[in-house]
């Protein structure tokens, strides 16, 4: 498991198993517009990226912030 994933699996309180590219707002139920703002906060704290709000509401699945990142040139 990466450190992302490791992270959606904390804000969102799943098993690491549940977490993988495809999770995200669409398939996750746990994955709330409240938890997603829980979710861009950590991401903020752990990776050190400013994510706007802008962004922040494009990135609706793990592999989205993980290209996110990888874009801002963080290893995810």
């Not at 990466?2 to 993988?20: F, G, Y």
Request: charged share 20%.
């Amino acid at each position: 498991m990466t450190e992302l994933e490791q992270v959606v699996a904390t804000v969102l309180e799943l098993p690491r198993a549940a977490v993988d590219e495809q999770c995200g707002v669409a398939n996750t139920a746990v994955w709330t517009s409240l938890r997603h703002v829980q979710l861009i906060v950590q991401l903020n704290r752990v990776y050190g990226v400013d994510i706007s709000a802008r962004e922040a509401r494009r990135l609706r699945s793990v592999g989205q912030i993980r290209t996110f990142l990888r874009a801002a040139g963080i290893k995810s």
